[in-house]
T-cell receptor, first 114, second 111 residues
């Protein structure tokens, strides 16, 4: 079975542009969460979605938005990119999104903002 | 104050050593607790869940003290392959669902 897949793997953008990152969860998983990880730090929680509804949001500005589709895949959108948005963006899926179960992470999208 | 704080590390230990990592969390309403492992340039992977009664998985033992809001991970008989970053993770439903990662503690096991 395929694991969590993220696309693209790498992305270079310039300040002010917007970006869309994509995530496909493990088959049968209904919850997807997004994280930002900068070098030397742990992943920072951005959003969690379950059954297409937002269940949680971290301390990120409104430039960050996300959605989950009927097939449970998800997109993370970031508008008006800043240099500080350069990071590894990780997507994780879980079966129920209750917070008690294991998270399965994708390999991430490395975003560089120039 | 950060919501989840870990020993800053890095920890440099010889093979066979016992090493302990500590983690504290600020939200007393936190509900679930985990240790994840992250190898260099790889995604995090679940090492073990942490329960109030304490739990063990081979050489790894995790403890949770809800009263002190403290989580620990003990690794016995360290192997070279244990070299990685260990992430303390806490979930809560206060004001919406959140999964909070600590900054991680880097472990280097030397031959």
């Amino acid at each position: 079975d395929a694991g969590v897949t993220q696309s693209p793997t790498h992305l270079i953008k310039t300040r002010g542009q917007h970006v869309t990152l994509r995530c496909s969860p493990i088959s049968g998983h209904k919850s997807v969460s997004w994280y930002q990880q900068v070098l030397g730090q742990g992943p920072q929680f951005i959003f969690q979605y379950y059954e297409k509804e937002e269940r949680g949001r971290g301390n990120f500005p409104d430039r960050f938005s996300a959605r989950q589709f009927p097939n449970y895949s998800s997109e993370l959108n970031v508008n008006a990119l800043l240099l500080g948005d350069s990071a590894l963006y990780l997507c994780a899926s879980s079966s129920a999104g209750a917070g008690t179960e294991k998270l399965f992470f994708g390999s991430g999208t490395q975003l560089s903002v120039l | 104050r950060k919501e989840v704080e870990q020993d800053p590390g890095p920890f440099n230990v010889p093979e066979g050593a016992t090493v302990a990592f500590n983690c504290t969390y600020s939200n007393s309403a936190s509900q679930s607790f985990f240790w994840y492992r992250q190898d260099c340039r790889k995604e995090p992977k679940l090492l073990m869940s942490v329960y109030s009664s304490g739990n063990e998985d081979g050489r790894f033992t995790a403890q949770l003290n809800r009263a002190s809001q403290y989580i620990s991970l003990l690794i016995r008989d360290s192997k070279l392959s244990d070299s990685a970053t260990y992430l303390c993770v806490v979930t809560s439903h206060t004001g919406g669902f959140k999964t909070i990662f600590g900054a991680g503690t880097r472990l280097f096991v030397k031959a």
